[in-house]
């Protein structure tokens, strides 16, 4: 059985809302807000679809990166992949 965390604190650092929503729009195409909140597998397709596709594929993942950063600055998406809350 691991180790249990002092009582009172959280297991997880809490991810900054503003920072992960910001990295999705300027850098969406590249996955980076996804790798920042923890969605690793998700982070690598949209890093290897951009690269790829020599960069055809970054225009989808664009848009993706910069829905997904619209999503977290709306409070759509608050929570990162380990269910923590996103701080603002």
């Known amino acids: 059985m691991p ?12 991810k900054s ?5 910001l990295l999705g729009i300027f ?4 996955g980076i807000h996804n790798f920042y909140l923890g969605y690793q ?3 690598l397709i949209q890093l290897l679809v951009s690269l790829l596709t020599c960069g055809i594929g970054a225009v989808p993942m664009s848009i993706w990166g910069l829905i997904e ?3 977290i600055l709306t409070g759509s998406i608050s ?3 380990n ?4 701080k603002d």
Do not use: T
């Open 69 to 71: 950063g619209i999503q």
């Open 17 to 21: 809302k503003l920072a992960a929503g």
């Open 79 to 81: 929570v990162d992949a």
């Open 27 to 30: 850098l969406g195409g590249l």
């Open 83 to 86: 269910n923590v809350p996103l």
């Open 41 to 43: 597998s998700r982070g």
């Open 3 to 14: 180790p249990q965390p002092p009582f009172g604190q959280p297991p997880y650092e809490q």
